[in-house]
């Protein structure tokens, strides 16, 4: 009878440690649902990139997003530059402008009177006795009109050869598409290094709120 009931008493007491421990461990309930979120979420950023090559189990194939969707990625990205960004248009306007603005000419100008009054002049000293400061006015503005209408007409012929043989959508297309998916990755994580760790914690964050309503569920039982 005393074995039964020492047997009986040592069965309580390990209950009662079994139960006390328990009830220890669910109050890390949040911090260990919290450390699930974030280990998923930084999974499921690193699956963005990796495996970079394809592994195959069975009959399903395994293979990160971008390195799986490079191609697609480099088209849709080619067209958003192309349409968006970076148009032929806009490339051939800011030529325009630039070409023939005023502080171009101005530099050009500069440049023209820098050249008669020294280069010409050391090349014909005979002219220095011709060339008074109303001549050399006179003659770089006459160069620097011509020069003007010059540019204007050859940036035209040059803005349309450009929109014929440039393709900005097939250029950016290639380039993206010839990136290794390492390089990929790193111009990927440079550009949303943020946004990437903001996912990991909301992770976190997530996992913890769901571990706090798990354990007022289980202690209010």
């Not at 806009?90 to 009054?117: L, V």
Request: proline share 2%.
């Amino acid at each position: 009878m005393n074995w039964y009931s020492s047997i009986s008493h040592l069965k309580i007491h390990t209950l009662a440690n079994l139960q006390e421990e328990s009830s220890s461990l669910i109050w890390l309930l949040p911090i260990l649902a919290a450390l699930i979120g974030w280990v998923t979420n930084y999974l499921a950023v690193k699956m963005l990139f990796h495996p970079r090559q394809a592994i195959s189990i069975g009959s399903i194939q395994f293979q990160g997003v971008f390195p799986k969707r490079q191609k697609q990625l480099a088209v849709k990205l080619g067209t958003l530059v192309a349409e968006e960004l970076l148009s032929m248009d806009q490339i051939t306007n800011k030529i325009r402008e630039n070409a023939t603005s005023e502080a171009s000419m101005d530099a050009i100008g500069k440049r023209i009177e820098k050249t008669i009054r020294e280069k010409l002049v050391h090349a014909f000293p005979m002219l220095s006795m011709f060339l008074s400061d109303e001549m050399v006015e006179k003659v770089t503005n006459l160069f620097r009109n011509e020069l003007k209408d010059f540019l204007a007409e050859s940036v035209e012929e040059l803005s349309h050869k450009l929109e014929k043989e440039l393709d900005i959508k097939d250029l950016v297309c290639e380039k993206v598409e010839g990136f290794s998916s390492d390089r990929v990755e790193k111009l990927l994580v440079n550009l949303m290094k943020k946004e990437f760790k903001f996912i990991e914690l909301v992770g976190a964050v997530l996992g913890f709120f769901i571990g706090c309503v798990q354990l007022l569920l289980t202690t209010s039982v």
